[in-house]
Nanobody
Framework: QVQLLESGGGLVQAGGSLRLSCAAS????????MAWYRQAPGKQRELVAG???????NYPDSVKGRFTISRDNAKSTVYLEMNNLRPEDTAVYYC??????????WGQGTQVTVSS
């Protein structure tokens, strides 16, 4: 069972930055893609950034230009650099790993709170 451990969340003022980390218990080479999702209270979980095994990234318009996903295969870790944070970015952020077959793995989540 793959384990994903997120860290780096916290409280930040609007306009500030945070860097989230997702450490996997095994090599992330085996996954087709890694991604970050978020879920705010009363809302559905939504994708905020994805990166394929080949390094191709994708972002929704809501975070494009502010968030950057990256991966360090040697450390089996995926990062989410978040800049110019807004109160609407407040949510629990989850790391996900999509294997070549089967269901995705999820981390426990890390809270990000942006104050106005």
């Amino acid at each position: 069972q793959v384990q994903l451990l997120e860290s780096g969340g916290g409280l930040v003022q609007a306009g500030g930055s945070l860097r989230l980390s997702c450490a996997a218990s095994e090599s992330i080479f085996r996954f087709n893609a890694m991604a970050w999702y978020r879920q705010a209270p009363g809302k559905q979980r939504e994708l905020v950034a994805g990166i394929t095994s080949g390094g191709i990234t994708n972002y929704p318009d809501s975070v494009k230009g502010r968030f950057t996903i990256s991966r360090d295969n040697a450390k089996s870790t995926v990062y989410l650099e978040m800049n110019n944070l807004r109160p609407e970015d407040t949510a629990v952020y989850y790391c996900a790993a999509a294997p070549k077959g089967g269901n995705a793995y999820w981390g426990q989540g890390t809270q990000v709170t942006v104050s106005s």
